[in-house]
């Protein structure tokens, strides 16, 4: 007589090969064929199958409805997260800035309005910045040292570089 543990394993294997295949095609229409998000979210999907074996519905087609639903939800909360977070931007090019070996009137002017700027910005934005852009440190380390999570330090650049923008604004 097999054990409960073969019992639920052998249910899991059967509601993964009886749906698996249909769920992801289900999964990758709702998500406009982004491969990889479909098939991490089918996958979690069927981790939270898993997780609730013992209570997933005894017919097949209630187990389908149940991880269809669940697929669906996992869809729309990952969907919301994304609009949630803050755009990410990339490296600042300030190779325009002077660097020592151009006297022009321009630069000049270029680098004063970018010092100036900088100046502008509270301690913690400046702080950030330098961290991120002139030391060059990796995000994942600047939020170990601060003791935040990387969302905050990105999110902290995002405000730190719109806030500079503005200060150059004319």
């Known amino acids: 007589m097999p ?8 249910r899991m294997t059967a509601v993964h090969a009886d749906h698996a295949r249909a769920l992801f095609r289900f999964i990758l229409g709702l998500t406009s064929g982004q491969r990889q998000t479909s098939e991490d979210l089918t996958q979690e999907t069927m981790a939270r199958a898993w997780r ?4 997933l519905p005894p017919t097949a087609e209630e187990t389908r409805r149940w991880l269809f639903t ?19 931007i990339g490296v600042v ?5 002077a660097t020592g070996h151009d006297d022009t009137a321009d630069t000049a002017l270029a680098t004063w309005t970018v010092q100036s700027a900088f100046a502008q910005l509270s301690e913690t ?20 040292r601060l003791g935040v999570p990387v969302g905050t330090v ?14 150059m604004a004319p």
């Open 3 to 10: 054990s409960d543990q073969q019992v639920l394993e052998a």
């Open 93 to 97: 090019d300030l190779t325009w800035a």
């Open 70 to 88: 669940v697929a669906r939800r996992l869809v729309i909360d990952t969907v919301r997260s994304r609009r949630a977070r803050p755009v990410e």
């Open 154 to 167: 990105k999110s902290r650049t995002h405000y730190a570089l719109k806030a500079l923008r503005a200060a």
């Open 52 to 55: 609730h074996v013992n209570g």
């Open 125 to 144: 934005h400046q702080d950030i910045l330098r961290d991120v852009y002139l030391r060059g440190e990796p995000v994942e380390r600047i939020a170990d």
